[in-house]
Structures are given as structure tokens and as C-alpha cells.
């Protein structure tokens, strides 16, 4: 853990993450908070709450996780332990992200 801010990654965020979030903001600030909020616990390293349905992803986002922040606020993300990156690639509703 880094003690100099406490925490354990530091971010990479997106242009795509950066776009949605944007949008997400436009539609209701609130849910900016919450995903600020999972960031956070993320980047701190820790274990998300089962409320969130964290869970790895398979196909094209192979070595990707997904959590729910709400039941239609998804966050797509990858980290990377070798070099302790926690990499925010998306968020946004599932027919935001997977066009369902």
C-alpha cells in the first residue's frame, strides 16, 4: 500500500470512461458519487460488497471485471498487480456498454 496517500493502485482512466462518465453526470450527479465511491474502496484494494456483483468478464473483456453500482450503473475495469494500475475503462448501462 502506498502510504503516501493510502492507496494500493493508481489509476488509468480512459478517454471512453472519461466520455460516459461525463454523460452519466448529465443524467444524475448522484450516480457519479457512487461510482466514486467503488473507485475509491477499489483503488484502496479492497474486497467490494456482494450488493455490487463483482465478477470477472469473458469474450472480448477477457481479464476485465465488472461490478454494479446500481442495477443498471455498471463499472468495467482491469488491474493490473504487476504494476499495481487499476485501469477505469467504462461505465454506463448495460445497453451502454455491451449494446443490449
Known sequence: MNSKD???????ITN???????QI??????HV??????????QKGETLEARFKDHALVGKW????ECHI?????LIYKIE???????LVD???????FGK
Not at 498487480?81 to 485501469?87: D, T
Open 81 to 87: 498487480e504487476n504494476i499495481l494500475i487499476l485501469e
Open 91 to 97: 461505465t454506463g448501462s448495460h445497453a451502454d456498454l
Open 16 to 22: 471512453r470512461f472519461k466520455k460516459h462518465l461525463k
Open 70 to 74: 446500481l442495477p443498471d450503473l455498471l
Open 25 to 30: 453526470a448529465k443524467r444524475n450527479i448522484e
Open 33 to 42: 458519487s457512487k461510482i466514486e465511491g467503488v473507485v475509491n474502496s477499489l
Open 6 to 12: 493510502g492507496f494500493k493502485y493508481n489509476l488509468r
Open 62 to 65: 477477457n481479464g476485465h471485471r
